[in-house]
């Protein structure tokens, strides 16, 4: 076999191989589309389920009332207070679990720092 048909073979292959891992990029961010979907709709459905539990009568409302119910409700003093400290407490935990995190990534090994593996 002469070198250059060994080198085109080896292209084919590497054309082929590329293919292929192309392919499968596409199947698997389909899949994490899918899954975000899944999830997105469950939260959708799970927060609907708590609003027509904690709003009496909510399910006799049409979308219209529920929504200006809403507005009125989530724009008062109290709740834009609430929510913001609801905000400063998720960040602040956010916070701190990064810090876990960073101290955990402090104590890798030296090997592990390089390479990326665990020894």
Same mark, same amino acid.
């Given at each position: 076999?002469?070198?250059?048909?060994?080198?085109?073979?080896?292209?084919?292959?590497?054309?082929?191989?590329?293919?292929?891992?192309e392919n499968l990029l596409k199947?698997?961010?389909?899949?994490?589309?899918?899954?975000?979907?899944?999830?997105?709709?469950h939260r959708e459905i799970e927060?609907?389920? +708590?609003? %027509?539990?904690?709003?009496?009568?909510?399910? /006799?409302?049409?979308? #219209?009332?529920?929504? !200006?119910?809403? &507005? =009125?409700?989530?724009?008062?003093?109290?709740?834009?207070?609430?929510?913001?400290? +609801?905000? %400063?407490?998720?960040?602040?935990?956010?916070? /701190?679990?990064?810090? #876990?995190?960073?101290? !955990?990534?402090? &104590? =890798?090994?030296?090997?592990?720092?390089?390479?990326?593996?665990?020894?």
């Open positions: 076999m002469l070198p250059s048909q060994k080198t085109a073979e080896q292209i084919a292959a590497t054309e082929k191989l590329i293919a292929e891992k199947e698997l961010r389909q899949k994490l589309k899918e899954q975000e979907s899944k999830e997105r709709t927060r609907g389920r +708590l609003l %027509e539990k904690m709003i009496d009568g909510a399910d /006799a409302f049409t979308d #219209e009332q529920l929504q !200006a119910y809403l &507005e =009125k409700t989530i724009r008062s003093n109290y709740a834009v207070k609430a929510l913001a400290e +609801l905000k %400063e407490q998720i960040a602040a935990e956010v916070a /701190a679990q990064q810090g #876990e995190n960073g101290e !955990a990534a402090g &104590e =890798k090994s030296e090997a592990e720092q390089t390479t990326g593996e665990t020894v």
